[in-house]
């Protein structure tokens, strides 16, 4: 019975505790804002997606062949075939005609490449080899979650710089951080024009160096600080 009664005093202190400290965080003078900060970002991660495709009655070895030029031609670029070449997806069919039965097959890839110029040699490549059916699926920075982090600080910076700014005006001054509440952190990826970038590519006379749009990374920050 005693260490009941013990932690019930132990509970009602703290709760006591905190709704006084409530009372004076309301009772303090403070200004409420909210900071944000946006972060271009220059992609590093450029998925490129190939499907390659044979009628298997006409050719059965059409599609191997086109495997093994478009993996000796990506190799000839610099590209790790073993680390950033993958097999998304592999699909048989089963077509029936009048006279013949077709066994349609389907193979997808996926390419990763770090810069707009190799993703425009990938392009010319695949055009040399017959290969047409290839698009950018997606633009990614595998340094996120340090721009995340960037974002957070400057979101917050701004918050009480902010403050500050309102403050004087006055006569005032923006004092400690009473709350942070983090709101909204956003990374967008960019799923690309494929259309617009395949043709860039092919129109340029050497490799094209194609300028992807920035990836933005965005943080919203409400903060109150005292008001002194």
């Known amino acids: 019975m005693k260490k009941v009664l013990t932690a019930f005093a132990v509970l009602f202190s703290i709760s006591a505790f905190a709704q006084i400290g409530e ?26 997606q190939v499907v390659l495709a044979e009628k298997d ?33 592999l699909t048989s069919n089963l077509k029936t005609g009048f006279l013949s039965k077709d066994i349609l097959l389907n193979k997808q890839y996926q390419i990763i490449v770090k810069d707009g110029k190799t993703a425009g040699q990938v392009f010319l490549a695949l055009e040399e080899i017959g290969i047409s059916n290839a698009s950018i699926e997606k633009l990614e920075s595998s340094k996120i979650e340090e721009y995340r ?31 942070i509440q983090e709101q909204e952190i956003m990374a967008r990826p ?22 992807f749009e920035s990836l933005k990374v965005e943080a919203r920050v409400l903060c109150r600080f005292e008001i002194l």
């Open 57 to 89: 009655s006409k050719n059965k070895n059409a599609l191997s062949v086109q495997e093994k030029q478009m993996l000796q031609k990506l190799q000839e670029l610099g590209i790790d075939t073993k680390k950033d070449v993958l097999i998304k997806d």
């Open 190 to 211: 960019i799923y690309a024009n494929t259309v617009m970038y395949a043709a860039r590519a092919k129109e340029a006379a050497d490799a094209a160096d194609l300028n």
């Open 149 to 179: 982090q960037e974002a957070k600080i400057k979101a917050i910076q701004a918050a009480k710089e902010k403050a500050s700014l309102l403050c004087n005006t006055i006569g005032q001054k923006a004092g400690r951080a009473l709350y």
């Open 23 to 48: 009372k004076n965080f309301i009772d303090k003078n403070y200004i409420e804002v909210t900071g944000t900060s946006e972060i271009e970002i220059i992609p590093d991660k450029i998925y490129i």
